[in-house]
């Protein structure tokens, strides 16, 4: 109905802020397998163009595109555009994606507004059968509820397997998969074994046309749960191919403390703290992990919240004294 | 050379049958087939046609690196393992089994080459016990046509417990270790084996797939009230050793595109399933024809089954992998007809329900007494011929509805949904609408 970039300022939301930035520290150790200068990042940069500009200040990336589907209001967006270096592209994910040139190294972060839906999983498998070895991968979706909208007027709140495997095919559908996992935290989990099963089976297809050695895994890096406003869900990594492991082992990713190769999430949660707060806490960090902090009188859990997410969190907090 | 005549050698070399024999066969079916082997075994096990196959099973695993079915459903002897199952081609005093499925020996030797290179069956009867173990390059190099025992154990008496095969294969070949790593392609063959083998597993056969539980797809229809399916009874060859007895069923069930159309099930495996195709009689409206229109969703709740049963299985028309239909069969073309009766029947009962739905919505009579009157009974347990029925006058539940469409500016659509509180198009309608009647002071 509305485009959501009318309703929701991208860059005031703080636990995607952090999201972006933590991502950024991600990206940044991608240089084991080229310059980041030579790699392109393809994103989804609405009006804001956060992750294009960060990315691009940051890491140095001057190929950007950026994929818009709201073709009716192409001109703000074009507006909107903040650098010479970012190609704006207007047309569905699906039909922009095909067409790139899948031979550069790339970051790509398909950051859906929606839950996960058919189009999504055919996007993703879409970048899982092209991407070469090195390229980043990272997906977003909604995960406060699933629906099936093939019948637009009356679309279905999938809230059982059987509904499930009506939507997206039996073979799609976990044999054990029970109502449970389709609501809450917990079809936030669902969401991201879907992308992941989906990105596999992606390369499954690739990789039988591939020789021994060259096959391209997907070395899970990232997984990222949050609420703004509704509930979204993120789930990240690198294909590598079986010659270029090593180039992932020592890249250092595991060193990141949101490093996160399984199916469990880092749940991101804003601190609650007033700014005279974050400087008392600040002069305390980083913390040995030994020692607790002193953070009396503020709440032990929102300081340690604080401590866990002080390095990305935004800074436009109002400046009162 | 001298003093020996000259000849021409025609020898076929081995790598060339075993790529002949796997070639045009897809490796759904070449596992299909092997847990047909299991089943014919159950049924020697168990003859007559009241199957009850409790405490038996069939296991199936496979990944990347291996592939392995095992079951308790016999074994096989040596006898056979030594002069049929193994053999290239299928001598013609093969011995067969009463309303089989499986198609013996080609079947596994296929399956076999067709997954691996290398590859061991053990099989255990009552009296015997025996297993091989084969490379397949080595034994490719060999000249030779035969394989040797690994274990033989003859004269012995074994329990009913001991008693079964197991088939392993391992240095998969590079595509099927491929298939056989991919999620997608496990779970959807499970569903496979599930929608074929359902007769077997609902009489009692325990199949599991890599270590889950195969549950077997109910295939039901509504019956019960003013409300039955039709069913047509017909036997052909009446006067033989092994008549083929045929079962028509085609009514109605819950609205569920995926699993409407005609099944067609041989000696209880499902050849074609849900199928909506030219092949059951869809889509063949042609000029001067009442024919039957293009599957649509309207027609979700289409169910139709014929069942085909004759002791001798070469009778009932299926292919020769008993995999697919024989449309030139002399039986199918018989029944064909028939089908397409009973579609046209359940189509004009379903196209009256949609018109219905468009001028009642939820509030459909006959969708509200077919509720009520009917209940979902399992196909296999519907006997007997019988016209189709329903309710023919219903009553309405609750007073008629019709619908009402419009368009309006989004942005205008989305004010109205902030001020009412609502969080659809659809809402903004039916609550301006309550709103405006009630203050016409004409809700009750």
Known sequence: MTASYELIDYSLRPAKFAERKMLCDFFSRLRVFGSLESYRYVGFGSIWFSDCILFHRALGISDIISIECEIDHQKRFEFNNPLRGIKLIMGEASDVLPTLDWDIRSIIWLDYDDPLNLGILEDVRTVASRARSGTAFVVSVQSEKIFDKRDQENPVHVQSKDEFADYFGANRTPEALAQSDLRGWTLSKTSRQMLRSEINEGLNLANAARPAGQRIEFRQTVAFEYKDGAKMTTVGGVFVDQGQNAHFDGAGLRDLEFFRDDEEALRIHMPLVTPHEMRHLDRQLPAPVSSGLNADPIPLKEANRYAKFYRYLPNFASFER | ?444
Not at chain 2, 70 to 87: I, K, L, P, V, W
Not at chain 2, 171 to 199: D, G, M, V
Not at chain 2, 237 to 248: G, H, K, Y
Not at chain 2, 262 to 269: A, L
């Open chain 2, 1 to 444: 050379m001298t003093g020996e005549a000259k000849h021409i050698n025609a020898m076929p070399t081995k790598a060339f049958f075993v790529d002949m024999l796997v070639r045009d066969i897809p490796t759904e079916r070449a596992i299909l087939d092997l847990v047909d082997n299991c089943i014919d075994g159950a049924k020697r096990l168990r003859p007559g046609s009241d199957e009850n196959f409790d405490g038996l099973w069939v296991k199936i695993h496979l990944d990347g690196d291996r592939f392995e079915i095992s079951d308790n459903c016999g074994g096989f002897d040596t006898e056979t393992a030594m002069n049929y199952a193994f053999r290239f081609g299928r001598p013609a005093d093969a011995k067969s089994t009463d309303y089989s499925i499986g198609q013996f020996g080609v079947g596994m030797k296929r399956a076999l080459f067709k997954f691996g290179r290398y590859f061991e069956v053990h099989s255990t009867t009552s009296y015997e016990k025996w297993a091989m173990k084969v490379d397949v390059d080595e034994w490719e190099h060999g000249t030779d046509w035969q394989f040797e025992f690994a274990e033989l154990i003859e004269d012995k008496a074994f329990t009913a417990d001991e008693c079964g095969t197991r088939i392993m294969v391992n240095k998969l070949r590079p595509e099927i270790a491929n298939k056989f790593s991919s999620e997608y392609f496990r779970r959807s063959l499970a569903e496979t084996i599930r929608a074929h083998q359902r007769q077997f597993l609902s009489s009692g056969l325990a199949i599991e797939f890599n270590g889950q539980h195969l549950t077997h797809t109910d295939l039901r229809v509504l019956s019960g009230g003013s409300y039955s399916p039709v069913v047509e009874e017909i036997t052909f060859d009446r006067e033989t050793e092994a008549p083929v007895l045929v079962r028509i069923i085609a009514g109605i069930s819950e609205s569920k595109p995926a699993d409407a159309g005609w099944y067609i099930v041989c000696n209880g495996r499902v050849i074609l399933s849900a199928d909506r195709s030219e092949a059951t009689g869809w889509n063949s409206v042609s000029e001067q024809k009442d024919g039957i229109p293009k599957f649509h969703n309207q027609y979700a709740r289409f169910r139709g089954i014929v069942f085909f049963d004759c002791s001798s299985s070469q009778k009932l028309p299926w292919n020769t992998t008993k995999t697919g239909l024989d449309e030139a069969s002399a039986i199918w073309q018989s029944v064909f007809p028939k089908m397409l009766d009973h579609t046209r029947t359940i189509i004009k009962f379903l196209n009256r329900l949609d018109e219905e739905f468009e001028e009642y919505g939820k509030n459909s009579p006959t969708l509200s007494t077919l509720a009520k009157e009917a209940s979902a009974l399992d196909v296999e347990k519907i006997r007997g011929a019988r016209p189709f029925a329903w309710n023919m006058n219903p009553k309405a539940p609750g007073p008629k509805l019709t619908k009402i469409q419009y368009s309006r500016e989004v942005a205008k659509i989305r004010t109205l949904m902030e001020a009412l509180g609502v969080n659809s198009a659809k809402a903004v309608g039916e609550t301006t609408f309550d709103m405006i009647l009630s203050e016409q002071g004409e809700d009750e």
